[in-house]
């Protein structure tokens, strides 16, 4: 909304893939931002977030972590 990404003061993106993960998953949504891409509906705000899920989970498998799960599942599943 504002263009800031808050994490907690102990969010460890240095050792964890995982958590770096989350932090391209946030770097997506600014890059929405950016864009103009605002989620200004609940369809918007879903396909925003399965974009971002995708981006994500990209990143997770070049990084050769491979989900268990697709991320954008329980996305997916809302209905507006």
């Known amino acids: ?15 964890s893939i ?4 989350i932090l391209v998953h946030e770097l997506t949504h600014h890059i929405q931002w950016l864009n103009g891409k605002l ?3 609940c369809e918007e705000w879903v ?3 399965i974009e971002a899920y995708n981006v994500q989970e990209k990143y997770l498998i070049f990084n050769k972590i491979y ?14």
């Open 1 to 15: 909304k504002d263009g800031i990404i808050y994490l907690l003061k102990d969010f460890d993106y240095y050792q």
């Open 67 to 80: 989900p268990d799960v697709k991320l954008d599942r329980f996305v997916k599943r809302i209905r507006c």
């Open 18 to 21: 995982y958590n770096k993960s």
């Open 39 to 41: 989620a200004m509906t």
């Open 47 to 49: 396909d925003n977030e």
